[in-house]
């Protein structure tokens, strides 16, 4: 620890924050990643093999990232080189090679730490390429991003990707209990007050000690209540990033919930788009989407509905255009399903494909010219309207094709009624022999 200590300019006597102070000293001491480091978990398997690969880290913040790789380090005997992303470049990242090279030369390995490892280019990660394979340095990178889109197929193809849980509201409270441990008194809070400073923390361990922190240095003469805690401590905004993986996974879980007709876990998604400073065009577009693809012709009023909301919005703006997102969400949650259509344009779009190029049967072409009277074009017709029930029953596919459904509505909704105007018209069909 006093490297680390000394690397900052710092002594072991200087004032550190709480969360600092309860930085693990060994893996058992980690909180919420069992899954991980229990003893079926991928980490605690390496180090019983005596054998630790390179891996990236890809979780939240506060969920340990950093300690996790520094105690590998310890467990397994490397030397322990940190860096950020952030500050450093080619020219860094050469330094650290170096010294790994020297270092290997002496009988002692490296562990490379990367924070934020997805902030490098594509270049800065193709440099770790050779250091990973010829063993100079073991890479523990740690990202809050998805390693899929951030980082090269080159670079995850040389380490496993590791996925950290979001610390849950038992993770939490041994947190504070190892405060409380510390300081050697409770936290003055009641247990409704305990409860939101957990919730407050939103699944960041670093975070909660930072809150209890702030108490304990308030000092309360009585327990903060929750109404206290809340006009003491500024809540920070939920985790969000409306330009990367967070943005696709709440839409995505607002879309299904739709499909699903969980009204109110829509809504719960759609609140915490908007909490979080979703675009409401990009919220309006996909509850849009949602009424085509989910609803269809079961409630052929559903688009209407989420179109109607996005001009209510544009007219109204936020906060009181968010009530026309919110009402539309209600109304697609709560209609009729129906992807008959969805599925039906996907089976004519790959019929399509496969006929390619045939040509419409003769007798529905137009023929403005005498030439194409002569080749048989729109002979045999038959107008709709002058027939019996205005349905001639006439075949309207190319003849090199045999008659193909496409569209089967389900028995849910208006498209019950259209299924029984399918069913009419062929009846019809199959009384004129077509």
């Known amino acids: 620890m006093s490297n680390l200590f000394e690397a900052a300019g710092m002594d072991e006597g200087a004032p550190r924050p709480l969360a600092d102070k309860l930085r693990p000293q060994t893996l058992e001491e980690v909180v919420g990643q069992s899954h991980l480091l229990g003893e079926k978990g991928p980490l605690a398997r390496m180090l019983a093999s005596g054998h630790l690969s390179s891996i990236i880290l890809w979780g939240p913040p506060g969920t340990g990232k950093t300690t996790i790789a520094r105690l590998l380090a310890n467990r397994v005997g490397l030397h322990f080189a940190p860096m950020s992303a952030i500050f450093s470049g080619v020219a860094d990242l050469k330094k650290v090679f170096d010294a790994a090279r020297a270092r290997r030369q002496t009988g002692q390995g490296t562990l490379l730490f990367v924070d934020e490892i997805h902030r490098f280019n594509r270049t800065q990660q193709d440099s770790f390429l050779p250091v990973m394979e010829d063993g100079t340095v073991t890479v523990v990178g740690a990202t809050t991003e998805n390693p899929s889109f951030e980082l090269n197929a080159a670079l995850l193809s040389r380490a496993q990707v590791l996925v950290l849980n979001r610390l849950d509201d038992a993770a939490l409270e041994e947190l ?206 038959e107008y709709d309207h002058d027939a019996p029930n205005a349905f001639s029953g006439q075949d309207y596919f190319p003849e090199e094709m045999t008659r193909q459904k496409f569209y089967s509505p389900v028995d849910r909704g208006f498209e019950r009624e259209i299924a029984k105007r399918l069913a009419y018209w062929q009846k019809l069909r199959q009384e004129k022999g077509q």
């Open 176 to 381: 504070l209990a190892r405060a409380e441990a510390h300081k050697g008194r409770p936290l003055p809070l009641t247990d409704e007050a305990r409860a939101s400073l957990r919730a407050m923390a939103d699944g960041d361990g670093r975070y909660a000690l930072n809150l209890a922190e702030e108490v304990y240095a308030l000092a309360p003469d009585e327990p903060f209540e929750t109404a206290d805690l809340i006009a003491a401590i500024q809540r920070r905004a939920p985790l969000y990033d409306k330009g990367r993986e967070g943005h696709y996974n709440l839409v995505s879980a607002l879309h299904k919930s739709i499909r699903g007709s969980d009204c109110d876990a829509a809504l719960y998604w759609l609140a915490r788009m908007l909490v979080g400073g979703e675009d409401p065009l990009f919220i309006a577009r996909r509850l849009v989407r949602a009424a085509i693809e989910d609803i269809g012709l079961a409630d052929p009023q559903a688009v209407h509905q989420a179109l109607a909301a996005k001009e209510v919005f544009d007219f109204l703006g936020s906060p009181e255009g968010d009530l026309a997102l919110a009402q539309a969400t209600i109304y697609l949650a709560t209609a009729p399903k129906s992807n008959a259509g969805y599925k039906a344009f996907g089976a004519s779009k790959r019929a399509a494909k496969e006929t390619g190029s045939v040509s419409p049967p003769a007798h529905i072409l137009n023929a403005p010219t005498r030439l194409m009277e002569d080749l048989g074009y729109g002979a045999g017709y």
